[in-house]
């Protein structure tokens, strides 16, 4: 934007709208945007934790224990159910959004985007199905 | 329905007034009327100094982008009738300057669109007698989609990243970029991309994907983006595992 301008009686001056501090409550689209943006700090508290489990598991039993007693304090069951919404918030947005950055073509033709957004999904669905497999049967 | 219906139109007059009013202009409201029509009533009819831009009146010159209770939206493809009861808002392009009235300051927009070189860039043209560089329907139709923008800047009214950080070269300049990238006759995109991989480039988007919505030919700039950037990440990545194929 020309910041230079120079007003004259032939050049009246210019109406400049101020944006709201509050822009992203205006629409709810914007605040999905914000929410959104927000869930990657979810995303990397999940990150910690995964780092944190290894350590506690690596640390021997009365580590691991220890870890599973503060996992299961109210605060923190409570954060990691809020950090979980929000990254099942995180998953949805992101895999809808896929078919507009990603444009594949098979034998010639592209696919549609349905097809790009139910195949993360379901790729999604299967690493639940293994992880979940993992843990019940103890492959 | 009602006969008529009010407009309440944003004025700024600066020679009078430092802030922009509202002022309520009752119109007809027929169900073929559209907001561009009922401004035209306004001019002709009650007030012959309210100032805004149109021209075409069917969807391709991209002249009378306006808010329409909040909305960018063309006013000449905005049915009045759709807003009934009213009162219906009208207001200039959010995230511009206001000259006057209805109408916004397009220097900005005009020299972002220039830096973009949308136009087909050839490193040695062929001679004539080669004849004309042909393209099959496929590949027309891999760009089809983002020549349809018409400049109309309602992207750049809905994005609040622009209205942040007027730095940001904005949707529809991205959009058409991606135009010429996907062209098969052009050879410029590495060009483009000295331009947009800046720091107000595609890098400033952060996908709030309202410019996509409100693209009132469907040009989709917020996908041209998310393209451009996983191009940028390709070549960056093509560029440290394969230093010299890409140098």
Known sequence: ?139 | MSSHITLRVARYRPEEEAESTFEDYEVPCPRDWVVLDGLNHVKDQIDGTLSFRWSCRMGICGSCGMLVNGEPKLTCATFLADYAPGPIRVEPLRNFPVIRDLIVELGDFMGKLTRVKPWIIRQVEKPLSDGEYRQTPEQLDEYKQFSMCINCMLCYSACPIYGLDPHFIGPAAIALAQRYNLDNRDEGASERMRVLSEHDGIWGCTFVGECTKVCPKHVDPAAAIQRYKLQAALDWVKGVVLPRATS
């Open chain 1, 1 to 139: 934007m020309n910041q230079q301008v120079a007003y004259t009686p032939y050049h009246p001056r210019w109406h400049r709208q101020r944006i709201s501090t509050y822009w992203w409550l205006e629409r709810p689209s914007y605040f999905l945007f914000i929410l959104r943006e927000l869930s990657s700090l979810a995303v990397a508290w999940f990150v910690a934790w995964l780092l944190l489990l290894v350590r506690a598991v690596s640390g021997g039993a009365a580590a691991d224990q220890q870890f599973l007693e503060w996992a299961g304090h109210p605060l923190v069951l409570a954060l990691n159910v809020a950090c979980f919404a929000f990254v099942c918030l995180h998953a949805v947005t992101w895999f809808n959004l896929a078919p507009q950055a990603m444009v594949v073509h098979v034998a010639g033709r592209r696919v549609p985007g349905w097809i790009i957004a139910a195949s993360n999904y379901a790729a999604l669905a299967f690493t639940t199905a293994a992880v979940v497999a993992l843990l019940l049967f103890r492959w």
